[in-house]
Protein backbone atom coordinates (compact mmCIF):
# COMPACT_ATOMS: atom_id res chain seq x y z
CA UNK A 1 0.00 0.00 0.00
CA UNK A 2 0.90 3.60 -0.90
CA UNK A 3 2.47 5.83 2.02
CA UNK A 4 0.01 9.06 2.31
CA UNK A 5 2.16 12.47 2.78
CA UNK A 6 1.09 15.46 2.98
CA UNK A 7 3.32 17.81 2.38
CA UNK A 8 2.01 21.49 3.54
CA UNK A 9 5.00 24.30 4.84
CA UNK A 10 5.13 27.95 4.77
CA UNK A 11 7.45 30.18 2.88
CA UNK A 12 10.80 30.51 4.07
CA UNK A 13 10.62 34.44 4.39
CA UNK A 14 13.95 36.12 2.13
CA UNK A 15 14.31 32.72 -0.04
CA UNK A 16 11.42 30.28 -0.71
CA UNK A 17 7.94 30.35 -1.03
CA UNK A 18 5.82 28.21 0.57
CA UNK A 19 5.48 26.85 -3.36
CA UNK A 20 8.37 26.38 -3.91
CA UNK A 21 9.43 24.97 -0.42
CA UNK A 22 6.47 22.47 -1.47
CA UNK A 23 8.06 21.64 -4.77
CA UNK A 24 11.32 20.47 -3.22
CA UNK A 25 10.06 18.44 -0.35
CA UNK A 26 7.94 16.35 -2.99
CA UNK A 27 10.40 16.15 -5.35
CA UNK A 28 12.53 14.61 -3.00
CA UNK A 29 9.48 12.43 -0.92
CA UNK A 30 8.47 11.15 -4.72
CA UNK A 31 12.19 9.76 -5.55
CA UNK A 32 11.29 7.27 -2.33
CA UNK A 33 9.89 4.15 -3.47
CA UNK A 34 6.50 3.26 -2.39
CA UNK A 35 5.05 6.82 -1.29
CA UNK A 36 2.31 9.46 -2.49
CA UNK A 37 1.90 12.91 -1.89
CA UNK A 38 -0.47 15.60 -1.42
CA UNK A 39 1.15 19.07 -1.68
CA UNK A 40 -0.81 21.96 0.11
CA UNK A 41 1.55 25.17 -0.06
CA UNK A 42 0.10 27.23 3.25
CA UNK A 43 -0.38 30.57 4.67
CA UNK A 44 -1.50 32.60 7.82
CA UNK A 45 -2.56 35.66 6.57
CA UNK A 46 0.46 37.19 5.44
CA UNK A 47 2.63 37.32 2.14
CA UNK A 48 1.54 35.00 -0.13
CA UNK A 49 -1.80 33.71 0.96
CA UNK A 50 -3.55 35.03 -2.33
CA UNK A 51 -1.96 32.75 -4.13
CA UNK A 52 -2.65 29.85 -1.82
CA UNK A 53 -5.92 30.19 -1.17
CA UNK A 54 -6.82 30.49 -5.29
CA UNK A 55 -4.56 26.88 -5.91
CA UNK A 56 -7.29 25.53 -3.23
CA UNK A 57 -10.27 27.26 -3.76
CA UNK A 58 -8.94 28.06 -7.85
CA UNK A 59 -9.59 31.36 -9.58
CA UNK A 60 -7.24 34.28 -10.61
CA UNK A 61 -5.28 37.55 -9.98
CA UNK A 62 -6.38 40.49 -11.15
CA UNK A 63 -4.22 43.82 -10.93
CA UNK A 64 -5.15 47.07 -10.01
CA UNK A 65 -3.34 50.55 -9.66
CA UNK A 66 -3.58 51.61 -5.94
CA UNK A 67 -0.88 54.09 -3.37
CA UNK A 68 1.97 52.38 -1.85
CA UNK A 69 2.69 53.02 1.77
CA UNK A 70 4.59 56.05 0.72
CA UNK A 71 1.95 57.30 -1.47
CA UNK A 72 3.13 56.43 -4.90
CA UNK A 73 0.61 55.02 -7.30
CA UNK A 74 1.60 51.14 -8.00
CA UNK A 75 0.42 47.77 -9.25
CA UNK A 76 -0.92 45.71 -7.22
CA UNK A 77 -2.80 42.22 -7.49
CA UNK A 78 -6.20 40.90 -5.91
CA UNK A 79 -7.81 37.42 -6.15
CA UNK A 80 -11.19 36.39 -7.25
CA UNK A 81 -12.05 32.90 -6.11
CA UNK A 82 -14.24 30.44 -8.40
CA UNK A 83 -17.15 31.12 -6.37
CA UNK A 84 -16.35 35.07 -6.56
CA UNK A 85 -14.67 35.54 -3.01
CA UNK A 86 -12.03 38.60 -3.05
CA UNK A 87 -8.79 37.74 -1.82
CA UNK A 88 -7.26 40.94 -0.72
CA UNK A 89 -3.43 41.16 0.94
CA UNK A 90 -2.37 44.06 2.70
CA UNK A 91 1.15 43.38 1.74
CA UNK A 92 0.43 43.80 -1.77
CA UNK A 93 -0.49 47.60 -1.78
CA UNK A 94 0.47 48.58 1.86
CA UNK A 95 3.26 46.05 3.03
CA UNK A 96 6.91 46.75 3.49
CA UNK A 97 7.78 45.21 0.75
CA UNK A 98 5.75 48.28 -1.53
CA UNK A 99 8.16 50.85 0.06
CA UNK A 100 11.78 51.97 -0.85
CA UNK A 101 12.10 52.50 2.99
CA UNK A 102 11.00 51.59 6.58
CA UNK A 103 8.59 54.79 7.43
CA UNK A 104 5.88 53.70 10.23
CA UNK A 105 5.21 57.02 10.91
CA UNK A 106 3.70 58.29 7.95
CA UNK A 107 3.13 54.51 6.13
CA UNK A 108 -0.44 54.41 4.86
CA UNK A 109 -3.60 51.91 4.08
CA UNK A 110 -5.36 54.17 1.41
CA UNK A 111 -3.90 51.60 -1.25
CA UNK A 112 -5.57 48.94 0.68
CA UNK A 113 -8.76 50.42 0.69
CA UNK A 114 -8.31 51.26 -2.84
CA UNK A 115 -8.08 47.49 -3.59
CA UNK A 116 -11.28 46.57 -1.37
CA UNK A 117 -13.06 49.60 -3.64
CA UNK A 118 -11.80 47.42 -6.95
CA UNK A 119 -13.67 44.35 -5.66
CA UNK A 120 -16.77 45.86 -5.12
CA UNK A 121 -16.20 47.82 -8.26
CA UNK A 122 -16.00 44.31 -9.66
CA UNK A 123 -19.14 43.13 -7.90
CA UNK A 124 -17.70 41.12 -5.14
CA UNK A 125 -19.29 41.17 -2.06
CA UNK A 126 -17.50 38.12 -0.04
CA UNK A 127 -14.23 39.19 0.93
CA UNK A 128 -11.33 37.71 2.69
CA UNK A 129 -8.68 40.08 4.26
CA UNK A 130 -4.74 39.32 4.55
CA UNK A 131 -3.27 41.47 7.37
CA UNK A 132 0.57 40.29 7.46
CA UNK A 133 3.51 41.96 6.12
CA UNK A 134 2.15 45.51 6.49
CA UNK A 135 4.02 48.87 6.60
CA UNK A 136 1.43 50.84 8.64
CA UNK A 137 0.18 51.76 12.01
CA UNK A 138 -2.45 54.01 11.01
CA UNK A 139 -5.66 51.87 12.38
CA UNK A 140 -7.01 51.12 8.89
CA UNK A 141 -7.52 54.65 8.75
CA UNK A 142 -6.27 55.38 5.34
CA UNK A 143 -8.15 52.13 4.42
CA UNK A 144 -11.37 53.85 5.69
CA UNK A 145 -10.41 57.15 3.82
CA UNK A 146 -10.70 55.27 0.64
CA UNK A 147 -14.00 53.55 0.80
CA UNK A 148 -15.49 57.20 1.91
CA UNK A 149 -15.15 57.80 5.47
CA UNK A 150 -13.94 61.45 6.33
CA UNK A 151 -11.12 62.42 9.29
CA UNK A 152 -11.65 65.74 10.30
CA UNK A 153 -9.42 67.70 12.41
CA UNK A 154 -9.80 70.52 14.81
CA UNK A 155 -10.55 73.24 11.61
CA UNK A 156 -13.32 70.89 10.32
CA UNK A 157 -10.57 70.04 7.75
CA UNK A 158 -10.47 66.41 6.05
CA UNK A 159 -7.45 64.59 5.62
CA UNK A 160 -6.30 60.98 5.63
CA UNK A 161 -4.40 60.14 9.48
CA UNK A 162 -1.22 58.30 9.11
CA UNK A 163 0.11 57.02 12.25
CA UNK A 164 2.01 60.59 13.27
CA UNK A 165 -1.64 61.88 12.40
CA UNK A 166 -3.92 60.20 14.16
CA UNK A 167 -4.06 62.16 16.78
CA UNK A 168 -5.08 64.70 14.98
CA UNK A 169 -8.53 63.40 14.48
CA UNK A 170 -11.70 65.54 16.10
CA UNK A 171 -14.39 63.41 14.84
CA UNK A 172 -15.17 61.16 11.86
CA UNK A 173 -18.05 61.75 9.05
CA UNK A 174 -19.90 58.44 7.81
CA UNK A 175 -22.16 60.43 5.55
CA UNK A 176 -20.49 59.20 2.65
CA UNK A 177 -19.02 55.88 2.77
CA UNK A 178 -19.61 53.56 0.00
CA UNK A 179 -22.97 51.56 0.94
CA UNK A 180 -22.04 48.98 -0.94
CA UNK A 181 -20.02 48.01 2.06
CA UNK A 182 -22.93 47.42 4.19
CA UNK A 183 -24.08 44.47 1.44
CA UNK A 184 -20.73 42.44 2.15
CA UNK A 185 -19.17 40.38 4.26
CA UNK A 186 -15.61 40.73 5.58
CA UNK A 187 -13.29 38.45 7.25
CA UNK A 188 -9.85 39.23 8.56
CA UNK A 189 -7.41 36.56 8.17
CA UNK A 190 -4.72 37.30 10.87
CA UNK A 191 -1.67 35.53 12.27
CA UNK A 192 -1.53 37.86 15.79
CA UNK A 193 -3.66 38.28 18.58
CA UNK A 194 -2.32 41.66 20.05
CA UNK A 195 -3.81 44.10 20.98
CA UNK A 196 -4.59 47.53 19.53
CA UNK A 197 -2.82 49.47 22.23
CA UNK A 198 -0.47 49.43 25.56
CA UNK A 199 3.24 47.53 25.93
CA UNK A 200 1.82 44.37 23.95
CA UNK A 201 -0.19 46.22 21.13
CA UNK A 202 0.58 46.96 17.50
CA UNK A 203 3.27 50.13 18.21
CA UNK A 204 5.23 48.59 20.81
CA UNK A 205 5.17 45.26 19.22
CA UNK A 206 5.45 45.23 15.57
CA UNK A 207 6.11 49.33 15.00
CA UNK A 208 10.00 48.80 15.19
CA UNK A 209 10.38 45.97 13.08
CA UNK A 210 8.66 48.90 10.37
CA UNK A 211 11.45 51.73 11.35
CA UNK A 212 10.05 52.99 14.42
CA UNK A 213 12.29 54.54 16.93
CA UNK A 214 11.28 54.52 20.64
CA UNK A 215 9.95 57.97 20.91
CA UNK A 216 7.92 57.05 17.31
CA UNK A 217 6.65 54.02 18.63
CA UNK A 218 5.20 55.84 21.80
CA UNK A 219 3.96 58.91 19.60
CA UNK A 220 2.49 56.21 17.67
CA UNK A 221 0.59 54.51 20.84
CA UNK A 222 -0.38 57.21 21.70
CA UNK A 223 -2.21 58.24 18.37
CA UNK A 224 -3.79 54.56 18.52
CA UNK A 225 -5.42 55.55 21.93
CA UNK A 226 -6.41 58.58 21.15
CA UNK A 227 -8.08 57.13 18.06
CA UNK A 228 -10.13 54.37 19.59
CA UNK A 229 -11.65 57.16 21.88
CA UNK A 230 -12.37 59.01 18.99
CA UNK A 231 -14.06 56.10 17.19
CA UNK A 232 -15.96 54.91 20.33
CA UNK A 233 -17.63 58.66 21.21
CA UNK A 234 -18.68 57.64 17.39
CA UNK A 235 -20.24 54.58 18.02
CA UNK A 236 -17.55 52.17 16.87
CA UNK A 237 -16.48 49.14 18.74
CA UNK A 238 -14.49 49.24 21.35
CA UNK A 239 -11.16 47.72 20.64
CA UNK A 240 -10.59 46.20 24.05
CA UNK A 241 -13.81 43.74 23.08
CA UNK A 242 -11.50 42.89 19.92
CA UNK A 243 -8.92 39.84 20.20
CA UNK A 244 -6.39 40.53 17.94
CA UNK A 245 -7.18 44.32 17.17
CA UNK A 246 -3.51 45.28 16.85
CA UNK A 247 -2.67 43.40 13.88
CA UNK A 248 -1.57 44.89 11.11
CA UNK A 249 -0.93 48.14 12.86
CA UNK A 250 -4.48 48.17 13.96
CA UNK A 251 -5.93 47.50 10.55
CA UNK A 252 -7.82 44.88 12.27
CA UNK A 253 -9.72 47.31 14.58
CA UNK A 254 -10.24 49.18 11.40
CA UNK A 255 -11.59 46.28 9.82
CA UNK A 256 -13.91 45.09 12.88
CA UNK A 257 -15.12 48.96 13.23
CA UNK A 258 -15.96 50.21 9.32
CA UNK A 259 -16.68 47.16 7.55
CA UNK A 260 -17.81 45.08 10.64
CA UNK A 261 -15.72 42.44 9.87
CA UNK A 262 -15.12 39.40 11.52
CA UNK A 263 -11.12 38.16 12.66
CA UNK A 264 -10.46 34.52 12.45
CA UNK A 265 -7.42 32.92 13.10
CA UNK A 266 -5.61 33.12 9.25
CA UNK A 267 -3.59 29.42 9.56
CA UNK A 268 -7.59 28.13 10.99
CA UNK A 269 -8.85 29.80 8.48
CA UNK A 270 -6.65 28.74 5.07
CA UNK A 271 -6.87 24.72 7.12
CA UNK A 272 -10.65 25.16 6.69
CA UNK A 273 -10.36 26.15 3.10
CA UNK A 274 -8.11 23.40 2.25
CA UNK A 275 -10.31 20.61 4.01
CA UNK A 276 -7.11 19.78 6.12
CA UNK A 277 -8.79 17.16 8.05
CA UNK A 278 -10.53 15.46 5.36
CA UNK A 279 -6.94 15.29 4.02
CA UNK A 280 -5.63 13.62 6.85
CA UNK A 281 -7.65 10.23 6.00
CA UNK A 282 -5.11 7.69 5.22
CA UNK A 283 -2.23 10.08 5.95
CA UNK A 284 1.18 8.57 7.34
CA UNK A 285 3.04 11.64 8.37
CA UNK A 286 2.85 15.18 7.36
CA UNK A 287 5.88 17.02 6.24
CA UNK A 288 6.08 21.25 7.06
CA UNK A 289 8.76 23.60 7.48
CA UNK A 290 9.45 27.62 8.01
CA UNK A 291 12.22 29.70 8.13
CA UNK A 292 12.62 29.81 11.92
CA UNK A 293 11.23 27.52 14.50
CA UNK A 294 10.79 29.16 17.40
CA UNK A 295 7.99 29.74 19.95
CA UNK A 296 6.54 32.22 18.02
CA UNK A 297 5.73 29.06 15.69
CA UNK A 298 2.84 28.15 18.15
CA UNK A 299 1.25 31.51 18.53
CA UNK A 300 -0.92 31.78 15.76
CA UNK A 301 1.48 30.87 12.57
CA UNK A 302 1.72 27.74 10.36
CA UNK A 303 3.21 24.93 12.61
CA UNK A 304 1.76 25.64 15.27
CA UNK A 305 -2.13 25.48 13.62
CA UNK A 306 -0.92 22.28 11.67
CA UNK A 307 0.07 20.75 15.24
CA UNK A 308 -3.07 21.47 16.57
CA UNK A 309 -5.45 19.85 14.06
CA UNK A 310 -3.00 16.69 13.08
CA UNK A 311 -5.02 14.58 14.78
CA UNK A 312 -1.74 12.59 16.21
CA UNK A 313 0.07 12.39 12.85
CA UNK A 314 3.52 12.62 12.98
CA UNK A 315 5.24 15.68 11.78
CA UNK A 316 8.69 16.76 10.29
CA UNK A 317 9.64 20.10 10.11
CA UNK A 318 12.14 21.53 7.70
CA UNK A 319 13.91 24.96 9.15
CA UNK A 320 16.37 27.63 8.31
CA UNK A 321 16.85 27.35 12.09
CA UNK A 322 15.42 26.06 15.34
CA UNK A 323 15.50 27.39 18.55
CA UNK A 324 13.42 24.96 20.52
CA UNK A 325 15.29 22.20 22.73
CA UNK A 326 14.93 18.88 22.31
CA UNK A 327 12.81 18.11 25.01
CA UNK A 328 10.22 21.38 24.01
CA UNK A 329 10.47 19.22 20.66
CA UNK A 330 9.65 15.84 22.20
CA UNK A 331 6.73 17.61 24.01
CA UNK A 332 5.37 18.69 21.05
CA UNK A 333 5.94 15.45 19.44
CA UNK A 334 7.43 17.01 16.77
CA UNK A 335 10.67 16.24 14.70
CA UNK A 336 12.77 19.31 13.56
CA UNK A 337 15.13 19.57 10.70
CA UNK A 338 17.79 22.07 10.15
CA UNK A 339 18.87 22.60 6.05
CA UNK A 340 21.97 23.99 7.16
CA UNK A 341 23.14 23.95 10.46
CA UNK A 342 26.21 25.65 11.47
CA UNK A 343 26.03 27.27 7.70
CA UNK A 344 26.38 31.26 8.21
CA UNK A 345 22.81 32.46 7.42
CA UNK A 346 23.00 34.82 4.76
CA UNK A 347 24.59 31.78 2.50
CA UNK A 348 22.13 29.15 3.81
CA UNK A 349 18.83 31.89 2.81
CA UNK A 350 21.27 32.74 -0.29
CA UNK A 351 21.04 29.00 -1.48
CA UNK A 352 18.12 27.79 0.39
CA UNK A 353 16.74 25.73 -2.45
CA UNK A 354 19.77 23.44 -2.41
CA UNK A 355 20.52 23.30 1.52
CA UNK A 356 16.65 22.20 1.63
CA UNK A 357 16.76 19.20 -1.19
CA UNK A 358 20.16 17.85 0.14
CA UNK A 359 18.62 18.03 3.82
CA UNK A 360 15.52 16.48 2.69
CA UNK A 361 17.25 13.43 0.73
CA UNK A 362 19.71 12.78 4.06
CA UNK A 363 16.52 12.79 6.66
CA UNK A 364 14.83 10.17 4.47
CA UNK A 365 18.21 8.05 4.01
CA UNK A 366 18.25 8.04 7.26
CA UNK A 367 15.10 7.19 8.52
CA UNK A 368 14.07 3.91 5.96
CA UNK A 369 10.91 3.68 8.33
CA UNK A 370 9.10 6.91 6.57
Known sequence: MLKKVIIIPDSFKGSLSSFDVASILNDVILQ??????????MADGGEGSTDCIIKAMGGARLPVMVHSPE?????????????????????????LTKASGKNATTASTLGFGEMIKAGLNEGLRDFLLCLGGSATTDCGCGMAAALGIKFLDASGKP????????????????????????????????DVENP???????????????????DEVALLDAG????????????????????GAGAAGGT????AAFLNATIESGIDAMLDICHFEEALTNTSYIVTGEGKLD??????????????RSMGKPMY??????????????????????????????????????????????????????
Not at 252 to 255: F, K, N, Q, R
Not at 330 to 351: C, H, K, M, Q, Y
Open 252 to 255: AYGC
Open 159 to 190: FVPTGATLKDVVSIDTSEIDERIWQSRFTVMS
Open 317 to 370: VFCGKNELSADRLSSLDITAIEIAPGVPLEESVRNADRYLREAAKEFLKNHPEL
Open 71 to 95: HKLIRAHYGITLNRTGVMEIAESSG
Open 224 to 243: LVHISNVMRRHGFKDPCSIK
Open 32 to 41: KEGHETLCVP
Open 196 to 214: LFGPLGAAHIYAPQKGASP
Open 295 to 308: EQSFMGKVVGGIRK
